[in-house]
């Protein structure tokens, strides 16, 4: 349901997971914002940008931490998935 995938603009972000003793320490933001800067770095071979979009997805209820993080950068819901995991 990405809308740009196969378009080849767009670098997903997996995962950035911290050690829970980590937490509220500001190092996830400091990681989201390297992970940012590193695919801004990135070129085509005709110099262009590689990467137009950041894209990923965050565990509703879960990953309330890194939502809070992505929004600060400029993240936006394109769409919500419903009823993915078992629990």
């Known amino acids: 349901r990405d ?6 603009d767009s670098a997903y972000s ?3 997971t911290l050690d829970p003793r ?3 320490s500001g190092l ?12 801004r770095a990135r070129r085509n071979d005709d110099g262009s940008p ?3 979009w950041m894209v990923g997805r965050n565990r509703v209820g879960l990953a ?11 993240a ?4 919500r998935l419903d ?3 078992e629990d």
């Open 14 to 16: 997996v995962a950035l």
């Open 28 to 39: 996830g933001g400091l990681l989201k914002q390297a992970q940012l800067r590193a695919a």
């Open 83 to 85: 009823k993915q995991y």
């Open 3 to 8: 809308p740009h995938r196969g378009s080849h």
């Open 76 to 79: 936006y819901t394109v769409f």
């Open 50 to 52: 590689r990467y137009r």
């Open 64 to 74: 309330d931490a890194m939502s809070r993080i992505n929004d600060r950068f400029g």
């Open 22 to 24: 980590t937490q509220g």
